[in-house]
């Protein structure tokens, strides 16, 4: 399974666009690429999952360049709410579908 | 649909007793996995189940931890003899198995040992 390398933290501020890039370099042919969110005292909630170039969805953009050996998640106009800690996942395309968490970016949105 | 199910949400347990934590998967789902956290780090993958079936128990310590999942009710995370180590949230998540489907991930439940 492909390792993820993240950032430990970023800091930001209400409104602003935040983009968590996360390195994986081993990524293997059929392995996807996906995103979680947690908050404190909860279990992680799926944000968005894609194999190349751009996905978007109601929550957030997806980039993954052509190599696919890093992905970008990007979050428009971030909010108090937005406080958690996001994971980077890469995997699922092999015979096992385990998820590898990695230590994940704690974001801190300050007013 | 109710999402994926964890009880208990808190369970405290003495040192040398056993934890038995249950994970009902959403409806369709059958394909689940467990996890522990500790406080203030990442999601340690424990066990990877199918009905059945344990796909991937790599995770898993060698002693004392088992985990299955019947063709019938919960997948249930066994801790025999727990310790004050054992100490952590444990989170259960479910998926239909395909490679491109997310996994829906349970509260929790936050094991204690006194």
């Known amino acids: 399974l492909a390792k993820t390398t993240q950032p430990i933290s970023m800091d930001s501020y209400e409104g602003q666009e935040v983009n968590i890039t996360c390195s994986h370099n081993n990524i293997a042919t059929n392995d996807y690429i996906t995103w979680y969110q947690q908050f404190p005292s909860q279990g992680p909630r799926f944000i968005i999952q894609g194999y190349k170039t751009k996905v978007t969805n109601e929550v957030a953009s997806l980039f993954i360049p052509a190599d696919r050996k890093s992905s970008t998640l990007s979050l428009p106009r971030v909010s108090l709410s937005d406080t958690a800690v996001y994971y980077c996942?890469?995997?699922?395309?092999?015979?096992?579908?385990?998820?590898?968490f990695g230590t994940g970016t704690l974001l801190a949105v300050q007013p | 649909n109710a999402g994926v199910m964890q009880n208990p949400r808190h369970l405290v347990r003495r040192r040398g007793q056993e934890a038995r934590l249950r994970c009902s998967p959403m409806?369709?789902?059958?394909?689940v996995y467990w996890y522990r956290q500790l406080p203030e780090e990442g999601l340690k993958f424990m066990v990877y189940?199918?009905?059945?079936?344990?796909?991937?128990e790599s995770g898993m310590p060698k002693e004392r931890f088992s985990a299955e999942f019947p063709k019938e009710g919960p997948s249930i995370l066994r801790i025999q003899q727990v310790v004050r180590g054992d100490s952590a949230a444990y989170f259960c998540?479910?998926?239909?198995?395909?490679?491109?489907?997310?996994?829906?991930f349970g509260q929790g439940t936050r094991l204690t040992v006194v």
């Open positions: 409806k369709g789902h059958s394909h």
């Open positions: 189940l199918q009905k059945e079936n344990i796909i991937d």
């Open positions: 996942l890469v995997g699922g395309g092999g015979a096992t579908n385990k998820l590898i």
């Open positions: 998540a479910s998926s239909l198995g395909q490679a491109n489907t997310e996994a829906f």
